[in-house]
T-cell receptor, first 114, second 112 residues
Framework: GENVEQHPSTLSVQEGDSAVIKCTYS??????FPWYKQELGKGPQLIID?????GEKKDQRIAVTLNKTAKHFSLHITETQPEDSAVYFC?????????????FGRGTSLIVHP | NAGVTQTPKFQVLKTGQSMTLQCAQD?????MYWYRQDPGMGLRLIYY???????DKGEVPNGYNVSRLNKREFSLRLESAAPSQTSVYFC???????????FGEGSRLTVL
């Protein structure tokens, strides 16, 4: 099955700095790569995603890049703010019997210091 | 606009007791999932249901059973709870073909 590795497990930055979280995956058939943000006491929520026919996607201060050859994708957050503090999960989507089964990384705890 | 609703939010069980976690979604999604979240382990898939009437095992199904009661509801049952099942459980749903998951707020279960 799919295996997703995510680094770092913890990331501490100063407000205004950039933050980068990296993920690698193993199944070359995976073609959809979402990123989720989980705030304390809540369920994860999709913040950005990328499909395999695209190399980069940007939405205001967040961007995701994908390198299918190397099987890795990254989340970039610029001009970080305290409200960006949360746990971030990457995922790779494999199709199994017509279903989309996300495999998640272990998460990155991002701490933005004011 | 409730989205995905899980009950209960908190539960404490003794080893060997049974319980059912309930999940309901109001987005008319075909697919539903149960994940467990443990520190440092991320989100691990327990069971999923691609559509009403079907269920399949995920990565960590042992000790659990599920029922897709109808299109809206997907329950997770622990027949004989063990301390290793202490975790936060998340239900999620998605529209077939999109891949985007919508999560509930979680159910925190402690087994003593």
């Amino acid at each position: 099955g799919e295996n997703v590795e995510q680094h770092p497990s913890t990331l501490s930055v100063q407000e205004g700095d950039s933050a980068v979280i990296k993920c690698t995956y193993s199944d070359s058939a995976s073609n959809y790569f979402p990123w989720y943000k989980q705030e304390l006491g809540k369920g994860p929520q999709l913040i950005i995603d990328i499909r395999s026919n695209v190399g980069e996607k940007k939405d205001q201060r967040i961007a995701v890049t994908l390198n299918k050859t190397a099987k890795h994708f990254s989340l970039h957050i610029t001009e970080t703010q305290p409200e960006d503090s949360a746990v971030y999960f990457c995922a790779a989507i494999t199709t199994w019997g017509g279903s989309y089964i996300p495999t998640f990384g272990r998460g990155t705890s991002l701490i933005v210091h004011p | 606009n409730a989205g995905v609703t899980q009950t209960p939010k908190f539960q404490v069980l003794k080893t060997g007791q049974s319980m059912t976690l309930q999940c309901a979604q109001d987005m008319n999604h075909n697919s539903m999932y149960w994940y467990r979240q443990d520190p440092g382990m991320g989100l691990r898939l327990i069971y999923y249901s691609a559509s009403e009437g079907t269920t399949d095992k995920g990565e960590v199904p042992n000790g659990y059973n599920v029922s897709r009661l109808n299109k809206r509801e997907f329950s997770l049952r622990l027949e004989s709870a063990a301390p290793s099942q202490t975790s936060v459980y998340f239900c999620a749903s998605s529209e077939a073909g999109t891949g985007e998951l919508f999560f509930g707020e979680g159910s925190r279960l402690t087994v003593l």
